[in-house]
């Protein structure tokens, strides 16, 4: 066979497994998705009779009234979203300007301060959470809105280390015309640094959202009370009082993942520039 058509027939192989793989990989991921979807659309009887693998045979948004009527989800949703609106405005405030700082501004021993903040990501988060529950329970926030929030609100170390290297490839010289212009540090903040991060702004508010959205160890041991039950720890308890009933846990299931995909297909072309751009940097 000749080397051309040898070479030819190889990369077609290559392109048919890799895109076999890719597909095998797109379908464990949207299955599940697919399924608890299917599942929270189907009747109890429609489940049991035709098995949890099989296409319903009727339709029904049942389960979804029920969550509001029935066990009052409104609740969880409201504190969920709650909860994300202020973690969200407290890590991307205390985030920026902690990472401008370390990029931007010179002071004793700021590097030393830098890593020292950025090797706590090692630590894992369980090690923490009995300390931080003391803390509260000692200043009675056990139960409180603000006991949810409060112990992760002022930024993160992966949002300061990201933002702090996207704030240093910045070229000095803009800032420096901006200077010359008049412009303080607020307004070069604001007009010139943040616009030019767009992108990674976008996603790192995108994994705040998310993280915050899924957050369940934390919730579920500071404010375990109903009332300041998050969405997360609503589900988990209605699975553990409904565990015979999958259909209505599938509904709530649904009910947390739908704002996600929202989010994602809404921001997804910033999310693939902001990977490109830290690629590059």
Do not use: C
């Not at 793989?21 to 489940?47: H, K, Q």
């Not at 949810?148 to 290297?165: D, E, K, N, T």
């Not at 704030?167 to 010139?192: C, H, N, T, V, Y």
Request: aromatic residues 12%; hydrophobic residues 55%.
């Amino acid at each position: 066979m000749p080397p051309v058509r040898l070479r030819k027939k190889n990369s077609w192989v290559s392109a048919t497994l890799t895109y076999a793989l890719l597909l095998a990989g797109a379908l464990l991921t949207v299955l599940p998705l697919v399924f608890s979807i299917t599942t929270s659309l189907r009747t109890e009887r429609d489940l049991v009779l035709g098995g949890a693998l099989s296409l319903p045979r009727e339709l029904t948004v049942d389960n979804y009234v029920r969550l509001f009527t029935d066990h009052d989800f409104i609740v969880p949703l409201a504190v969920t979203l709650q909860v994300v609106v202020v973690m969200v405005a407290g890590q991307f405030f205390a985030s920026v300007l902690a990472a401008y700082a370390f990029a931007r501004l010179n002071f004793p021993g700021r590097e030393l301060l830098f890593w020292a903040y950025v090797s706590t990501m090692m630590i894992p988060a369980i090690v923490t959470m009995i300390p931080l529950f003391t803390m509260m329970s000692q200043w009675g926030l056990r139960n409180t809105f603000a006991g949810i929030v409060l112990p992760f609100m002022l930024g993160s170390p992966y949002a300061i280390f990201l933002l702090r290297q996207n704030f240093k490839a910045l070229p000095q010289e803009i800032l420096d015309a901006a200077e010359l212009d008049g412009a303080g540090f607020w307004r070069q903040l604001w007009s010139i640094v943040l616009p030019m991060n767009r992108p990674i702004l976008v996603t790192l508010l995108l994994i705040t959202v998310v993280s915050q959205w899924n957050n369940f160890l934390w919730p579920s041991i500071v404010s375990p009370r109903r009332e300041w039950n998050v969405l997360t720890v609503a589900t988990a308890g209605l699975q553990s009082q409904y565990a015979a009933n999958w259909t209505l846990v599938m509904a709530a299931t649904t009910l947390s993942i739908l704002p996600l995909l929202v989010l994602f297909v809404v921001f997804n072309k910033q999310i693939v520039r902001s990977i490109g751009i830290s690629a590059l940097k």
